[in-house]
């Protein structure tokens, strides 16, 4: 019997950044957001009926602020402040140059990998889910918690209610 | 951040009504917020949707993102995708791994963070 190596485990990002800023000479370690009770709400209707919301981290392509990608380093100009939305009609130009993806082992060559809008088109197309909501919404990442709480998260649930969406899907980067 | 960030989204549409799954490669960020269900991909992250030029994995990977969505019987219903990244494990041993650099790196590093920083402060500032 052989077991997997030990590092062969999720990676412990908290505790990876953490020792990083240290090492880097930024004291007072960042605190996670956590919290002891979850919310939880049943769906309500089957996916096959339900209209789909899909919200994203990713950034649109802003001609002028620099490489953005693919294989693009750390683009902070390319970073967006508001909550925004688009058409999921058609498949939009998004990239994450001015995220902190693992530019090591991965280019960011193919948005499907962190933004599924084709394949969620393709779920409607075969009635895997009932419809996608019309648009799609983009969150602000470089944010205080409280922003995030108190400002993007309830205007992404004012979307989303317009929208008439059932079900949400988030996709981080 | 983007892991937290939405994580604590999905904890304000499910609250208001609105049942939510997180596709992620960061585990230990979303289940130290707390959230209702999360997919999670043991893939670098920036592949939380699948693999790169993979129409499988990423077919595989929504699907299994749907299941949980209507599937999940509690808050905090962690699923783990069986798909790995090719090849062997030790990309977990690089990302931001201080074990792993140089003093040189490290200091390369401070340099490129204050500048980001600074770039992202008046960014902000403007907006």
Known sequence: ?173 | MCHQTVSLIARHLEANGIPTVIMGCARDIVEHCGVPRFLFSDLPLGNSAGRPFDAESQAATLELALRVLESAPAARTTVQSPQRWPEDASWKLDYSNVARMTPEEIAEKRKEFDVVKAVARSKREGA
């Not at chain 1, 769906?43 to 919200?55: W, Y």
């Not at chain 1, 693009?72 to 402040?81: D, S, V």
């Not at chain 1, 393709?122 to 400002?151: M, W």
Request: charged share 25%; hydrophobic share 35%; aromatic share 10%.
């Open chain 1, 1 to 173: 019997m052989e077991f997997a190596p030990e590092h062969d485990v999720p990676i412990p990002y908290m505790q990876r950044t953490r020792d990083y800023y240290l090492a880097l000479g930024y004291g007072n370690p960042y605190r996670w957001a956590h919290f002891d009770d979850v919310p939880f709400t049943p769906l309500a209707k089957p996916l096959t009926q339900a209209r789909v919301a899909l919200i994203t981290t990713a950034a649109p392509y802003q001609p002028g602020v620099g490489d953005q990608g693919p294989g693009a380093p750390y683009n902070a100009a390319a970073k967006f402040y508001k909550v925004y939305s688009d058409t999921t009609e058609t498949v939009p130009d998004l990239r994450i140059s001015h995220v902190g993806y693992d530019r090591k082992h991965t280019r960011a060559e193919d948005p499907n990998t962190w933004f599924p809008l084709a394949k969620l088109q393709q779920a409607v197309k075969s009635g895997r889910i009932g419809a996608l909501a019309p648009r799609f919404h983009g969150a602000p990442t470089n944010r205080s918690h409280r922003t995030t709480v108190e400002t993007d998260a309830p205007e992404l649930l004012r979307r989303c209610r317009e929208d008439g969406a059932d079900v949400a899907i988030l996709v981080p980067t």
